[in-house]
């Protein structure tokens, strides 16, 4: 039992002669800091003039070319919506979402006339761009999925604003 017990000793005096030689303990520039090494002296290096970057060509004709909208792009928008723009716009799209609740910027409804009347275009615009306090979710939506969301927010707008005569159902059985 005495013998177990001595045996971690040598084992952490040895661990702790070992040098770390991990690539955070390296000399390196700070994020946008500056960067003596370059003539511009800056860390943040700009790409080479002409150059596109990966997949950035097929983004840019993938954010020109609206997919047509049916119930797969639909439910893809739904989804979305839900996993991204919910905190801030809410579930209903009247800008009172969880993180609004408790102190956030409250975004405005997208049922308001201005936002009805907005293209489809305007919304994967704010989405690639952003728009004011909120910043842009280009790095995070695919093209496609901004004309899905929009298409989304499109639906959503139809169902608050929709009214009794043009759901003829309801409209038979009220009086
Ligand atoms: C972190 C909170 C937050 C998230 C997440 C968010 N937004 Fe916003 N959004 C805002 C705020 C705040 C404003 C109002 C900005 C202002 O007026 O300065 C806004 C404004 C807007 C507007 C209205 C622009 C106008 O003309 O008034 C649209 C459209 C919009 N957001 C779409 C989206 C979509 C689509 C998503 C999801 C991909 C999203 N937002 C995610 C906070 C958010």
Redesign the pocket.
Known sequence: MRRLLALPLPLLVALGACEDQSMRRQARYEVYGKAPLFPDGAEARRPPEGTVARGALAREVALRAPPPVDAALLERGRQ??EA??T???GYTGH?D?M??QRG?????S?HED??RA?PAA??VD??TRG?????A?ANR?EPRD?WA??AY?RALQLSQGARVAETPELAEKLP
């Open positions: 979305r919506y991204i723009c905190p801030c716009h800008g979402g993180v609004v956030f910027p409250a975004p405005p997208y201005r936002l907005a305007y919304f704010v989405i728009y004011g306090v909120m910043y979710y939506v901004r969301i929009a927010i």
